[in-house]
C-alpha cells in the first residue's frame, strides 16, 4: 500500500514525532494508524529530540520499523540531516516519508529537506490528513464533543 500527495509522489514511509504527538489525548489511535500502515507496506519510524530512547524505547519495541533519538545520533530537528538520515534508516528516499510533528519549526525542517509536512494539532486531524496521504488506511476515532475532546 502506498499514497500520493498532490505532486504525485509515491509515499511509502511515514515518521512521527513522540512528545506532543504520540503523547496527545487520543495518541494511541496515532499508534494504530502507524501498525495498519506497517502492515499494508509503510515503512514507519519515530523522530524524537529526545536525548535518549529510554522508557520510549521501551514501549514502542517493535511498534515502529525504526526509532531515531538525537542524543543518540548527534543530529536534531529541524536540521535536515536527521531527515535525511531517517529517511536512509527506512531506506527510502526524502520524497517518499511524511513527517508528523506538533512543532511548525521542525515541520517546515521536513519539508525543506523534501519530507511531506504534517503539522500535528489534534489526533483526529492528523489521522485524517494521513488518511488522505495514505488512500485505504483508516482508524475509527472515537466521537467527540462538539468542544473536539473525546467522549
Sequence with gaps: M????????????LVLDYAGVLTDNGGENLLE????????GVRTALL??????GSVR???H???????????????????EIFL???????????????????????????????????HDTVPETITEL????PGLEVDLPPESPSGVPF
Design 2 to 13: 502506498t499514497g500520493a500527495d498532490n505532486d504525485g509522489r509515491t509515499l511509502n514511509g
Design 62 to 80: 517493535g511498534r515502529f520499523d525504526d526509532l531515531v533519538f538525537s542524543g543518540e545520533v548527534g543530529v536534531m530537528k529541524p536540521e535536515p
Design 85 to 119: 538520515l531517517t529517511a536512509e534508516r527506512l531506506g527510502l528516499p526524502l520524497e517518499a516519508c511524511v513527517f508528523v510533528d506538533d512543532a511548525p519549526g521542525n515541520v517546515w525542517g521536513a519539508v525543506g529537506a523534501g519530507m511531506v509536512g504534517v503539522r
Design 131 to 134: 488518511s488522505a496521504l495514505f
Design 48 to 53: 524524537s529530540n529526545a536525548a535518549g530512547g
Design 33 to 40: 494508524f502507524v501498525d495498519i500502515a506497517r502492515d499494508h
Design 58 to 60: 521501551r514501549r514502542l
